[in-house]
C-alpha cells in the first residue's frame, strides 16, 4: 500500500509538471496542458484568517490563489450538482487554516563555507572585486539569485503546515535580502519565489569572514553603525555632481554601499542570537536609524517581557524548549546552574508571556533540534498559556503582516495564494493531524485523511445461488477497526476486517468445526452507506455481496477532562536578573536611618565615631548624632564601620563576547556601553565586597582600545540602566608589550606597532587625523552658514565614528584611562598630550609610576594602581606595592584599581596594603577604592564620600574596612539596599529549594518516558585586560 | 644588643632608631649592596644564642602564649615559656626586646613554581614544564633558582619555606620544599617530598576566549583514568622486582610512592575526580595529598575518616558556578577544619603571590577559622601534609629555629608587617629589590 502511494504520487508529480497554470515565458515539449486547477473544499470549518473562522463553509480556489471562501450548508452531493466545472472535496468534519509562514528559514540556499586559511592576522577583505572594506558585510547576497527548492527540505516543513519561508543566508553581520518563497517543488523556481529581496537581514556575528575586525560583540555594533553612516554618506557622494572635474578625486564605487542603501526600504531583520539583551542591543542601533528591526530572539525574552514590550520591537521567536537534564546522578546534575534548571521550566511560557507584555511576534522554526518537534512545541507553548489565536496569529498574520506580504499570503482571503492546511481536528488539538498542504493550489498530502467512520450494523447478504443473510457489526476504535458476524443473534463470529477509506474486505469461518473460511471483497459506497463486492466460497465457487447499513452503534464514550492549568501552575518565579540570587521584584529606593557607626566620610571631619546617616530617595539626606527619622528602616551600626561604597576603576566584568577589540591598532569606535552584561553574577558578588560603581574598560590589546562604560551595581536593572546617569565619556589606551603584541605568539607581527616607538606614532597619526577631521567639518560647517550656497558640490566629510571619539579627546569633552606600565611610555603619553593640548585623565596599572611621579604630578593625572602585582610578564619587573604611597605622597590622585572579577570583591584589602607598603594613613588608604576613583571618573560630585545628598551610596562594614576580617553586611547603591548579609543567607537556601524542586521535576520527567539532555557546565569567562590573546 | 655584620636589615634597624642622621649611610650601603647583587646576601649559620622576649607567641598549633620568650641556638629551638622567670641579658646571647610584637613560625608556602619562573609572560625564564606525559623523574630542585629576584619579596612578608612544584603532563615531576635563604639548590633543599599528578578532568569544553562553550561530561575520562592506573601497576610491579636488565628511571623515580616514603600529591578538582584519586591511592598503597580539590568540603567526612589531606588552592577565589555560596572559596578551610581534615591553603597560581599566603589565611580566619587554626594551615599542617613537621612547622623546643617578627596580627594587610625573621637560627636579611627601588626614588623626590 505504502509503494502504491509512493508511485501514484510521482506520477502526479510528473503529470503537474508538464502542466503549469501560470503564465509563462516558458517553452513546453509537447502539447500545453494547461488547467485551471479549479478546486472547491466543501463543508469545512475554515479559518479564512487568524480570527475569522467559519463553520461549515467552502473555499473556492483556482488557478493557485483563493476565489472567495464563504459559508456553504449545503450537502456535498448538492454542490456537486451546483458547481459541476469544480473539482469539490467534500471537507465535511475538516478544519482549514491559512498555512503557516517562517520568517527565519534558510531553505534552498547552500550554506556559507568558511574558507580555509593559515593562521595569522588578516587586516583586510579577501574578497576580489568591488566591494566593500570588510567581509562581513553581505549585502550584495540575494536569496533569490541563489535559491533552488529542494524537495527534501520543503517537505520538512509542508510537514508542520509552513506553505512559505522567507530565506535567506545565515551569514555575516549584514547577509543581504531574504526572498519569500513557497514550499511545494511542482513548479520551477520562477513561480515558488513570490518576493524577491522580501527583507534584509542582520546579525552580530560576522559568520564565515575571515577578515579579524570584528572580533568582539562591540566591534559587531559598531561595524553596523559605522556601514550606516558610510552608506548616508556614499549616498550624497554618488549623488552630487562634481564641482570641478579636476579638483574633486574619485569617488569610489562599492558594491555594498550601494546595495545597503537600496535596502533600507526593506524591512530589517535582525538575528539577535544570544540572550534577550542582544535584542535590547539591536533595537538600540536601530533608534539610532530609525529602523524598527523585525528581531529574532532566543526564546528567553520571557525573562524580561517587560523591556522587550518597551522596546517597541517586533519578534521571531523560536520554539526551542530545552529538554529536562538527565539529573539523576546529583554530582553531575550540580553542573547545572539555577538558570539553566529555571529556563528549562519557564522557556515554555515564553510565547505566552510576550503575548501577554503585549508583544507582537512570528513564531519560527529555527533553533529546533528537528524539525518535527515543532508541533508538540507549539501545542505545549498553548497549554502553558498561549492563546490559540494568537498561535495562530504568529503563524499567519505576524508573520506576512512584518515583511509586508499580507497581500499574498497570511489569510484565505480573495485573490491570495491558495496555500492552506487541512486538518482532521482543531489544530491545537493534541490529536490534530496535518492531512494536507495546498501550496499555490497544489495539494500535498502529509497524511492520508482518517478513514471515515463506517461503524454500524449491516446486512451482509448474497446468494450461492441460496440466498446467505447475516448481522454484520462493526466497531471499536477508529484506526483499529473490529468487526463480527451475529448468526442467531447471539452467536459471534470474528471477521479479519480491512477497512482503507474505499475498499473492504472481511475474513471469517462460519463453520468452527470446518475451519473452513469465507473470503469477501470490495468497495464502499460512502453516500449510499452501502458495500458490495465478489467473494469466494471454501470449495471454490464465487459470489456476490452486498451489505447495507442498518443501525449506528454508538461508540464508547472516552471521557477527557482536561486541566488545563495543570501546565502552568507551581511554576517558578521570574527572577531579576534570571540567575541565582537574583530577585522576585526588582529592589527600590528605601528610607534607611543607619545608626551608631563609626563612619568613615571621606570629607575634612574625617572618620566620626557614633554616628547617625539617614538616607532618603536615593540621597545621604542627613549625617549627626541622635538622628531622628520617621517611617525610616534603621540598621543598627553600633560596633560597625560605614563608609561610601567602594568605586572600581578598571574592572571588566559584566561585559559581553568580548573586552577587546584588539584587531586594529585603534578600536576608538567600539563601546563597552553597546554589551554591558546585566546578568553577570560577578555584579552581585562585588556588592558582597561593597563595590558599588566600577568603570567597565575595554582591554588593552590596542594603543587605542574602545570607549568605557561607567555603571553602578543595579542588580537586576537593564545593561542600560546600570549607567550612571551623565557620567562623562572615557577611553580605554594602551601602551607596552600587549598592544605590540610581544606575547601574542610568533604569528602576530604585522599589526603595527611592534614597537613602543611605534605606539608614539599611532597615536600621532591617529591625533592629527582628527585634527584634520576636524578641520574639514569645520570648513564644511562654515560653507552651509556662508551666503553662497550656489555651488551643491560641496558633501559633507565622512562621518567616521573613531575619529569622533579621538576628536572628543582633543576636545575635551573624552577622557582617557591608559593602561600603562614602564616610564618611558607613560612620559611619551604625556608628551603627546601636551602636543595636543590635552591632558591624560588617568594612568591606570601605572606599575612604574612611581619613576615618573614628579612628572605625571606637572602633567596633573591620575594614577589607578595594582597594589601588588609584578613578575608576570617583562615590563612589571620594577613593579613596586609601595607604588601607590609614593604616588599619593607625592601628591597624586591615587586609586587602587582590580582588573579582575575575583579581586574586585576584596578591594578594600588592596587598599589596605598601602599602609602596610609605604605607611599611608589609613584615611588616605580608604580613598584609593573611594574617594579617589571618583575623582577620577568625574563622579566626584555625587558619590565617593559621605556627604549630604550625595547619592546614598553606602556600606555597612563589620569591622574597620581596611582589615581582613571587615565584611560588607549592607550595601547600599542610590539608596537601594541591594546587598544584605542577612537577605543573603536567606537566598542560599531559596537557591538549593529551588534547584531541588526543579530537580525532582525532572526526574519525574523522566520517568514519564522524557527524552532527556546531558547535563552541561555553563562557562563564564572572567576578562582582564589583556584576555583574549595568551596573557594577562 | 646589635649584630654587625653589614646586612640591610641591621642598618634598616639602624635608621628607625637614628632617624634622619643614618639615611646617607643607608644609601653608601643599598649602593654598594646592589653592587654586588640585589639578592640579599644569604647569611651564615647562627653563630650564638638568641633570645626574643616578651613577645605574643604563636606557637603554631593553636595555643597562643603570652609576654613569652623564644630562644634558640645552633639553628634549633632550646628555650620557650610564658612569662619565664629565666633572667635574659647579654651574658647569655643576643637578646632582642619583643614586646607588643608578635612571633609566628616561619610560613610554607605549598604547590609553587617559586624559584622555577622569573617572568611568567617570559618562556626562557620558565622551568617547570618538561616535555612528555609521564615525568616522574622529572626533579623540580634541579630548576630551582636561589637567586629569583621574586624571592626576597616573599621572605620579606615571612614565607620562609616553599614547595617547589613542577607543572604539566599527567605526571609532572618531584617536588622538593626549600627553604629561601640560600647559596644555591642543595643549601636550599629541605626534603624531596612527593610526585605530582594531574587527575583528568570529568568536563570537557570547547568555545572561544569571548563566548567559552558549555563544558560537557568528558567523554575519555574512564580510559584517561585507566591510563593512571596501569601505568601505576606497570611502575609498582617494576619497584617490585629484584632487579632489572634495563633500568627505568621514570619507574625508579616512583619507588618511594609504595613504600610511602614519598607523598603522591594529586591535583583534583570535583568530587567524583577526587575519590577516584583515593581509589588509586589505596588500590597502590600510596599515601595520597588532595591539590586544589575545590569540592573537598563535599566529602570532608570521608577525607577525615581516611585520613588524606589536603593542600587547598587559594582562599581567594571565584566560586565555580553562579549558585554556589558566594563566599565558598572562602569558608572552605573553615569546613574542613570543621570534619577534621588535615589541610594547608596554598596559592597554585601566580608564584609572585606567595608573600600573600597569610593574607589567604588571613581571609579563611574571616570566614569561620580561628585566627590560630588559619595560622596553623599555613605552618604546622603544611609542615604535617609535606613530612616535615619533625623539622619545623610549629615553634617548638627541638625544632628549626625559623621563625618571624610582625609588628602586629600577621593575618591582616593592615597590620602585617614582618621585621625579623630567622631560619635555622640565622637572622635573614628582608631587603628585596622593590624596597630599595621605593627608597632610590624616595631619595629622588626628598620623601621621607
Known sequence: MIIMRYCFFISLTCLLRTSVAQESTFKTNGPDDYREGKHLFANATIFTSYNFKIQQACLFVQNGKVVKAEPCNTPVTELQKIYKDWLVHDMTGRYIYPAFIDLFADYGIAEARREQKEGGPQPESNIKGAYGWNQAIHTDFHADRHFTANEKQAEEWRKLGFGAVLTHRKDGIARGTGALVTLQTTDKENFLCIKADAAAFFSFQKGTSTQDYPSSLMGAIALLRQTHYDAQWYKQVRNSPPASANLTPITEYNINLEEWNRQLNLPQIFDAAGDWQHILRADKIGDEFNIRYIIKGNGNEYQRADAIKQAQVRLIIPLNFPKPYDVEDPNKAAWISLQDLKHWELAPTNPAMLAKAGVEFAITT??????????????????????????????????????????????????????????????????????????QGRRHEVKPFEARDIRGEYLLTWQTPEPNSHRLIVSGELSNLKAHILQKDTQKIEVKFTYREQDVQLIFTPDRNTKHVIRLSGVVRHNEKKWSGTGELPDGRRFTWSAEHVKNILPDSVTTVKDTTQHTKDLGKIIYPFLAYGNDTLPAPGSYIIKNGTVWTNEPSGILRNTDIIIRNGKIAEIGKNLQCAGCKSVDATGKHVTSGIIDEHSHIAISQGVNEGTEASSAEVRIGDVINAQDINIYRQLAGGVVAAQLLHGSANPIGGQSAIIKFRWGYLPEQMKIEGADGFIKFALGENVKQSNWGDKHTIRYPQTRMGVEQVYYNYFTKAREYEAAWKSYGSYLSSKSKSNPAIVPPRKDLELDALLEILQRKRFITCHSYVQSEINMLMHVADSFGFKVNTFTHILEGYKVADKMKAHGVNASSFSDWWAYKYEVIDAIPYNTALLMKMGICTAVNSDDAEMARRLNQEAAKAVKYGGLSEEDAWKTVTLNPAKMLHLDHRTGSIKKGKDADVVVWSDNPLSVYAKAEQTFVDGILFFDIRRDEEKRSEILAERARLIQKMLLEKKSGSPTQEPVRKTQQMYNCSDGEHVH | ???????????????????????????????????????????????????????????????????????????????????????????????????????????????????????????????????????????????????????????????????????????????????????????????????????????????????????????????????????????????????HTKTNLRFEAMCDLFNKRKNLYVNATRVNEMQHAILLGEEMGMRIVLCGADESWKIAGELARKGIPVILGETHDLPGMPDDDIDIAYKTPYLLQQAGVLFCISIPGAFWQQRNLMFQAGTAAAYGLSKEDALRAITLNAAKILGIDNHTGSLEKGKAATLIVSTGDLLDMRTSHIELAFIDGREIDLNNKQKELYEKFKRKYGLQ
Open chain 1, 366 to 439: 529555527a533553533d529546533l533540534e528537528k524539525k518535527e518537534e515543532f508541533l508538540p512545541a507549539l501545542r505545549k507553548a498553548v497549554k502553558f498559556g498561549l492563546d490559540s489565536v494568537l498561535a495562530l496569529k504568529a503563524l499567519t498574520y505576524n508573520p506576512a503582516v512584518f515583511i509586508n506580504a499580507y497581500d499574498l499570503i497570511g489569510s484565505l482571503e480573495s485573490g491570495k495564494l491558495a496555500n492552506f492546511i487541512i486538518t482532521s481536528k482543531p489544530l491545537f488539538d493534541d490529536k490534530c493531524e496535518i492531512n494536507e498542504v495546498w501550496i
Open chain 2, 1 to 243: 644588643m646589635i649584630d654587625m655584620k653589614c646586612n640591610f636589615s641591621v642598618f634598616s634597624r639602624l635608621i628607625r632608631m637614628s632617624g634622619k642622621i643614618c639615611i646617607g649611610i643607608t644609601f653608601l650601603c643599598a649602593e654598594f649592596a646592589s653592587g654586588q647583587a640585589d639578592v640579599p646576601v644569604p647569611s651564615p649559620p647562627q653563630k650564638q644564642p638568641v633570645y626574643l622576649t616578651n613577645a605574643t607567641i604563636h606557637v603554631g598549633d593553636g595555643r597562643v602564649l603570652q609576654r613569652a620568650t623564644i630562644g634558640f641556638d645552633k639553628g634549633k629551638i632550646i628555650f620557650l615559656e610564658e612569662n619565664p622567670t629565666f633572667k635574659t641579658d647579654e651574658t647569655i646571647g643576643r637578646v632582642i626586646d619583643c614586646s607588643g610584637k608578635h612571633i609566628y613560625p616561619g610560613l610554607i608556602a605549598p604547590n609553587t613554581i617559586i624559584g622555577l619562573s622569573e617572568i611568567e609572560a617570559v618562556r626562557a625564564t620558565n622551568d617547570y614544564r618538561e616535555t612528555g606525559q609521564y615525568n616522574p623523574n622529572a626533579r623540580s630542585i634541579i630548576s630551582y633558582n636561589t637567586d629569583s629576584r621574586v624571592t626576597p619579596t616573599i621572605r620579606s612578608n615571612g614565607v620562609l619555606y616553599a614547595q617547589v612544584v613542577p607543572q604539566g603532563g599527567v605526571i609532572s615531576g618531584t617536588s622538593s620544599v626549600v627553604q629561601l635563604d640560600a647559596w644555591n639548590w642543595e643549601d636550599a633543599l629541605v626534603k624531596e617530598d612527593g610526585i605530582w599528578l594531574n587527575w583528568p578532568s570529568e568536563l570537557s569544553g570547547g568555545g572561544w576566549w569571548a563566548e567559552p562553550a558549555a563544558l560537557h561530561a568528558n567523554k575519555e575520562y574512564h580510559k584517561q583514568v585507566e591510563a593512571i592506573k596501569s601505568y601505576f601497576k606497570e611502575a609498582k610491579s617494576y619497584c617490585a622486582a629484584a632487579e
